[in-house]
């Protein structure tokens, strides 16, 4: 059964800074696609970004230039996101999600979901 465990969460001043990481545990098949999601109160969960295996990312426009992906290739199942000039509206619970299947086929109904780690920022 997949685990995924985030980390790096907290609270910051609008401006700062914060590390996201995700790791994958007890695989039982290959991870094609990993990605980050939020869900801010009262909100629907967005989409912030996915990543292929083979590295190619798409991350949604109101973070583009602000938020980055990097994946750990020593291992492979770990997904961070870099998230620089952080902004109020950026609070959320933020969670990790990934998928036996390509990006493409995995949109909109990821196998497997972290528990979430939750990303404050104060004006």
């Known amino acids: 059964q997949v685990q995924l465990v985030e980390s790096g969460g907290g609270s910051v001043q609008a401006g700062g800074s914060l590390r996201l990481t995700c790791t994958a545990s007890?695989?039982?098949?290959?991870?094609?696609?990993l990605g980050w999601f939020r869900q801010a109160p009262g909100k629907e969960r967005e989409e912030v970004g996915i990543?292929?295996?083979?590295?190619?990312?798409?991350i949604v426009e109101s973070v583009k230039g602000r938020f980055t992906f990097s994946k750990d290739y020593r291992q492979k199942n770990t997904l961070s996101l870099q998230m620089n000039s952080l902004k109020p509206e950026d609070t959320a619970m933020y969670y990790c999600?990934?998928?036996?299947?390509?990006?493409?086929?995995?949109?909109?109904?990821?196998?497997?979901w972290g528990q979430g780690t939750q990303v404050s920022v104060s004006s």
């Open positions: 990543m292929e295996r083979d590295g190619r990312a798409t």
């Open positions: 999600a990934a998928d036996r299947r390509r990006c493409a086929q995995a949109r909109g109904r990821f196998d497997s």
């Open positions: 007890g695989l039982p098949y290959v991870l094609q696609c």
